[in-house]
């Protein structure tokens, strides 16, 4: 696992896509330097004085550490039958939904149990909410990161 500083033009690079992406009271007020964890080829931890995320391709999403930073984004929960699914990777399905905010097709949405709250996963939206409230099955969230995966593991190996 390689460990490297950002370049302040890569840097810039990341803060626009999260300021592109993300919900505004998510994104943090300054990341001067950015430290990468590579955890595979094109997925890597990114870690700032006020910002944790994972960068998949070239997606940036939230790591599942910062409350404050998850509850800004669009969430949906789903019932226990479907938590050992969502925490293995796999996709969410529409009937392990229990209720889900508002969010628009490629939005990031993350993924909490209905009993207890509890984030689980951070994916991206594969259609809108309104779409999945009106489908009966099929996958409305690709699963990204999620409790347990690879990114999780090096976060807390890199504190």
């Known amino acids: 696992m390689r460990k ?22 998510a994104v943090p007020s300054k990341i001067k330097e950015l430290q990468v964890v590579e955890v ?22 939230p790591l599942l550490t ?5 509850q800004s984004f669009p969430s949906m929960s789903v019932d226990m039958g479907a938590v050992k ?14 209720k889900m905010d508002e969010f628009k097709k ?19 939206a594969l259609t809108s909410s309104q779409e999945a409230q009106a489908m009966s099955k099929g ?10 995966d690879k990114f999780w593991e090096a976060y807390k190996q890199n504190k």
């Not at 910062?66 to 998850?70: G, H, V």
């Not at 925490?87 to 009937?95: E, T």
């Not at 949405?109 to 994916?123: E, F, R, S, T």
């Open 4 to 25: 490297y500083t950002l370049s302040r033009s890569e840097t810039s690079e990341i803060i626009q896509t999260v300021n592109e992406k993300w919900p505004k009271t």
């Open 40 to 61: 595979e080829e094109n997925n890597n931890l990114l870690i700032g004085e006020d910002f944790l995320g994972v960068k998949i391709n070239q997606h940036v999403l």
């Open 66 to 70: 910062k409350e404050e930073t998850l």
């Open 85 to 98: 699914f969502v925490c293995n990777g796999a996709k969410v399905m529409r009937p392990g939904i229990v």
């Open 106 to 124: 490629d939005d990031i949405v993350v993924v909490k149990d209905d009993a207890h709250g509890k984030y689980l996963a951070v994916g991206l």
């Open 139 to 148: 996958p409305v969230v690709d699963n990204k990161h999620y409790i347990s």
